[in-house]
């Protein structure tokens, strides 16, 4: 993995690896030329793996509004709706993990992505969006501070 930055809270460690962008909602966002991978970070994953039971992305084709639902998960009480985090047209879906959500246990910045969405201003879209360290200091307790990592 890249270099990250690392919190720790609840007694959980979260890494954020810093060559993605954050959403306030938990996703993040990894630029690919004209696309971006959007996936979870660790921290939402955290809070939802318990329940999780299975993820339902909207298919390729389907035309992304910032802030509205692109997806939802599924957890043994609720669904929980995933807001996008940029506009775009979905251009593929992680079929792999709609079907074994587990590939989230392991490889969250990897394999365990959520959806490619194809963008035609990502330096705009990106201004909603925040870097790993300052994501980080937005989760992390005030008497701990983030610390970038090499893996």
């Known amino acids: 993995m890249a270099q990250c930055v690392e919190i720790v809270r609840d007694g959980l460690t979260c890494v954020f690896p810093v060559d993605a962008y954050y959403s306030s909602d938990g996703l993040w966002v990894r630029e690919e ?41 599924e957890l043994l009480k609720a669904d929980v709706q995933i807001p996008s985090p940029i506009g775009g047209v979905v251009a593929e879906i992680n079929e792999r993990l709609l079907i074994d959500v587990a590939l989230l246990d392991d490889d969250r910045y990897g394999e365990g992505w959520l959806a490619v969405v194809g963008v035609e201003d990502f330096a705009s879209d990106r201004q909603g969006l925040m870097s790993a360290e300052t994501y980080g200091v937005s989760l992390a307790p005030r008497e701990s501070q983030p610390a970038a990592t090499a893996e």
Do not use: W
């Open 33 to 73: 030329g004209n696309s971006v991978r959007i996936g979870i970070a660790d921290h939402l994953y955290h809070c939802i793996s318990p329940n999780l039971s299975s993820i339902e992305i909207s298919p390729p084709g389907t035309s992304l509004q910032l802030g509205k639902p692109m997806g939802s998960f």
